[in-house]
């Protein structure tokens, strides 16, 4: 990660957190990017805790050998000897993407019937952890996800992967996926928390009934658990159901931000055991991070002096995400963009499910170049090309901020974060 605090074009130290004076934000500058990168190896860490003989026993050369069929088939990874990579066709390696040994073994976990909690970088790969087990098993796998956009997301990549896949939850509109679900014909079934804890009925007819069964439940984003359940989203605080429900049936949690208090919350209240931990370095060293003021101008002219380098680059290639802090905000800003010839949209809760499906699709799809956005769109949105991200404001969290900004540069090209406030 690289990071610069800019005032206009005087270099200046600044608060990613905080809207600060220039002479307190120098101050703490130097706090701030300890803080943020201190933790972070420059090369990647891997550290897999909790190591059992039983995890170990079950990597026999037939499993490994179906795992690295998988990667490479569906996904176009190439394997090797002590590590893997993604690269932009298949066979190209991308060098740090994820390491072969941490993947393997967390898949081998949840295969021997482990518990897992996996504590990894946006844009390492994590969700390869589940979607590995239930084609290699040809079962099952059922994924906690907490918002329809990432759903959405996924299930298009699975289905562009040529991978079996569907979402249940307040959004979808066909009522034949929930019978063909309970029938065991999806490899991948994405569930909201609300939709898992009211769907038992439907989970055991998925063991009972599927010539499969369940191999896993994945709880993805895991940090909501600690973090949305206790007021704002309830149901995330009773998965714990999951595990009195299905007692051998492993539970992996996986999140891109925990503190260690939250992660021992996610532990406890998930009743995770006998779990196997894994846990990568956070540096995304292809992300360059800036801050700077907004203008001081009125509106329009404001939009126009801070916004300026979006359409004034128009050339380069990839894609942009802005986030604003309310709706009102993503709908001034996009119409303003699209004033200056931006190809650009509005998203928010605010828009009808099958808008926002409409608007996903688009900007996946290259039709739209930039896509101004509330904290509705984010966690695990996997657009390989996002060449930056920009907020508009500041975010609610130190957390959220990294999560956000880890929508950037996932094909491990050069892209840049910059915050406005």
């Known amino acids: 990660m690289r990071f610069s605090f800019l005032l206009r074009n005087a270099t200046v130290a600044a608060s990613a957190a905080l809207p600060l004076r220039p002479s307190q934000a120098q101050k703490l500058a130097p706090t701030l990017a300890s803080k943020i990168t201190s933790p972070f190896p420059e090369k990647g860490l891997v550290k897999v805790a909790n190591p059992s003989p039983r995890t170990t026993s079950t990597m026999n050369e037939e499993w490994i050998r179906k795992a690295h069929g998988v990667l490479s088939d569906k996904f176009g990874y190439r394997c090797r000897r002590g590590g893997c990579g993604l690269g932009t066709a298949p066979g190209l390696p991308l060098e740090g993407r994820f390491e072969e040994a941490l993947l393997i073994s967390t898949c081998a976990a949840v295969l021997s019937g482990r518990d897992c909690f996996a504590l990894m970088a946006t844009g390492s790969g994590k969700s390869l952890c589940y979607q590995i087990p239930p084609l290699v098993l040809g079962k099952t796998a059922v994924v ?31 009522s034949s996926v929930e019978l063909r679900a309970m029938k065991g014909e999806y490899s991948i079934l994405y569930l909201t928390p ?151 949209a509005a998203y928010h809760a605010g828009l009808l499910p099958s808008q926002r499906t409409q608007l996903h699709r688009k900007f996946m799809q290259d039709d739209l170049q930039v896509l101004v956005a509330t904290s509705a769109f984010g966690m695990g949105i996997d657009k390989r090309d996002v060449r930056r991200i920009v907020h508009y404001g500041v975010p609610m969290s130190i957390e959220s901020y990294y999560q956000q900004t880890g929508r950037a540069g996932r094909d491990g090209f050069p892209s840049e974060c910059i915050l406005l406030y």
């Not at 996800?145 to 959405?152: A, F, V």
């Not at 909501?224 to 359940?229: A, K, L």
């Not at 060293?285 to 700077?292: A, R």
């Open 144 to 174: 906690i996800s907490p918002l329809i956009s990432l759903m959405e997301d996924q299930v298009m990549h699975m289905t562009k992967c040529g991978i079996s896949a569907a979402f249940l939850g307040s959004a979808q509109v066909d």
């Open 194 to 344: 609300e939709k898992a804890i009211r769907w038992t009925t439907g989970l055991r007819k998925i063991n009972q009934f599927s010539k499969g069964g369940i191999c896993m439940f994945a709880i993805d984003e895991a940090h909501c658990v600690s973090e949305w359940g206790h007021d704002f989203r309830p149901e995330f605080r009773q998965l714990n159901m999951l595990r009195e429900a299905f007692p051998k049936t492993p539970i992996m949690a996986l999140t891109a931000t925990a503190t260690p208090t939250v992660a021992a919350d996610i532990k406890t209240n998930l009743k995770l055991r006998d779990l196997h931990q894994a846990t990568t370095g956070f540096n995304r060293p292809n992300l360059s991070y800036h801050v700077q003021f907004k203008s001081a101008a009125v509106k329009q002219d404001r939009y126009r002096d801070d916004l300026a380098f979006i359409w004034d680059e128009r050339a380069v290639s990839g894609s942009t995400v802005v986030y604003c802090p309310s709706r009102k905000q993503t709908e001034e800003v996009a119409a303003f963009l699209r004033e200056q010839g931006v190809s650009s």
